[in-house]
């Protein structure tokens, strides 16, 4: 069947309920370019309207997976679970996860994604490591998969090609939260990439693309219940994104913070805490290990976790990771060595009090601002640029006291950032109630 991307256009435009021929080639359209990028843009808003149906749901993801060839990691002996994560402000959880599971005896084959709208992406912050290749050919991923036990790659050419364009065009056309699509996107990767369990961390909260609960709820039984019709396994954690995770946000911060999580010692500044992050971290790795078997009940997983944090092998894993794809060790060994951002100032607390809350994603949009993130498919991010959080949602706070440090490529846009900072926090004074890092778990 070729279709007439008009007509498909016009019919979800009109909320019609599209057949999976009709997806299927519009899809392969879009991966053989015969789909221009202004058609594909407008199917994308024309679902954020319209939405899709469990069945259109479903046939989007089947078109997605069969866009690009599946790999097969049946030589690869182990359990394959990954995990992926709906996307938040702060969320490299991913870059800590994947060494450490691997180093609990799982293979964690990931394939991730880049910033997308206000959200940071895994592939970014490890390309803030010199030399760090995410674009592995096939044999080297598996080599990488054989030899370490992980690897974090992004879509290609030949593995989820259709995701690598639309997640591109999402980023950049105001159409990422959308079920439907980040259906297709996450569970087209995942299964692209072989894995044969899979963990979702649906993030809700002011910074995440699922503002409330029962939103977040939705997401989760819809992707759950298109993964079990493609016959993958999955389970899923609702979890807290109304504050970043961690204490920074950008690219190559992120990295250095999870350097020091995986090393257990402090190496930008000491009063800034990664407990969260840490937390966050050993209990999705437990949920894994008990995904593949590899722990009987979550308190074995999250001790197996804990036991690898703790004695080195994770760190020893990620950085094996580090070289086995390109990137230059010298850098994480000292992370000094990163490009440091030519502008640090400091944005202050205008009142005493608590700080209530923090809108998450208006902190990511000012990344975005800041060149942490693309306004256009053919930016490029800068790795340098970010936050330090010194406070977050529960902090008391003195007149004066530094509540980011931010680190900036040029002088111009902060004193018009700062305001749009300050405008999005909210200080009280009386003690506010903070949500809990998990709110759910469903499976
Ligand atoms: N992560 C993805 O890979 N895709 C989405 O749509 C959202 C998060």
Redesign the pocket.
């Known amino acids: 069947m070729n279709i007439n991307p008009v007509l498909l256009i016009e019919k979800k435009r009109d909320g019609h309920e599209l057949e999976a021929a009709e997806l299927e080639s519009f899809i392969k359209g879009i991966t053989s370019g015969s789909v221009e990028d202004y058609q594909a843009a407008a199917f994308l808003m024309a679902t954020y309207f319209k939405g899709m149906t469990p069945a259109e749901t479903v046939a989007l993801t089947k078109a997605m997976l069969e866009s690009g060839e599946r790999i097969d990691l049946s030589s690869i002996p182990g359990a394959k679970v990954d995990k992926?994560?709906?996307?938040g402000v702060g969320d490299k959880v991913s870059l800590i996860l994947a060494p450490l599971a691997a180093a609990c005896g799982l293979v964690v084959p990931m394939m991730?994604?880049r910033g997308?709208g206000h959200?940071g992406?895994t592939l970014d912050k490890l390309e803030s490591i010199d030399g760090f290749r995410v674009n592995l050919q096939r044999q080297e991923y598996l080599r990488a998969l054989k030899r370490l036990g992980c690897a974090i790659i992004g879509q290609t050419a030949t593995i989820a090609p259709a995701?690598k364009k639309l997640?591109a065009l999402?980023d950049v056309t105001g159409t990422?939260p959308?079920i439907p699509?980040?259906?297709?996107?996450?569970l087209s990767?995942k299964l692209a990439e072989g894995t044969e369990a899979l963990l979702l961390d649906v993030k809700v909260g002011s910074g995440a693309?699922m503002k409330t609960l029962g939103e977040a709820k939705a997401l989760a039984k819809a992707l759950i219940a298109v993964a079990k019709k493609m016959g993958l396994p999955a389970r899923a954690l609702i979890t807290d994104m109304n504050q970043p995770l961690g204490y920074s946000a950008g690219n190559s911060l992120e990295v250095i913070e999870c350097i020091e999580v995986l090393r257990g010692r402090k190496l930008a500044q000491a009063d800034l805490s990664s407990l969260d992050l840490r937390e966050l971290t050993i209990t999705q790795c437990a949920h894994m290990l008990v995904l593949g078997r590899k722990a009987k009940g979550m308190k074995e997983g999250r001790m197996l976790a804990l036991a690898r944090l703790q004695d080195g092998s994770a760190w020893e894993k990620f950085r094996s990771m580090v070289v086995e794809q390109g990137g230059n060790p010298a850098w994480i060994d000292d992370p000094s060595k990163f490009p440091a951002a030519p502008i640090r100032v400091e944005w202050k607390a205008r009142k005493r009090g608590f700080l209530k809350t923090m809108d998450t994603e208006a902190m990511g949009k000012i990344l975005v601002e800041l060149g942490g993130g693309r306004k256009k498919a053919s930016d490029s991010v800068d790795p340098a640029v970010g936050f330090w959080f010194h406070a977050k949602p529960g902090t008391k706070v003195t007149a004066g006291q530094t509540l980011a440090t931010v680190f900036a490529a040029n002088e111009k846009p902060l004193k018009d950032l700062e305001q749009w900072f300050q405008d999005s926090i909210e200080i009280t004074g009386t003690r506010p109630k903070v949500p809990p890092l998990i709110h759910a778990e469903m499976t």
Not at 84 to 87: E, I, L, N
Not at 181 to 186: A, M, Y
């Open positions: 992926h994560s709906t996307g991730a994604g997308l959200s992406g995701d997640y999402r990422v959308c699509l980040i259906c297709g996107s996450i990767k693309f």
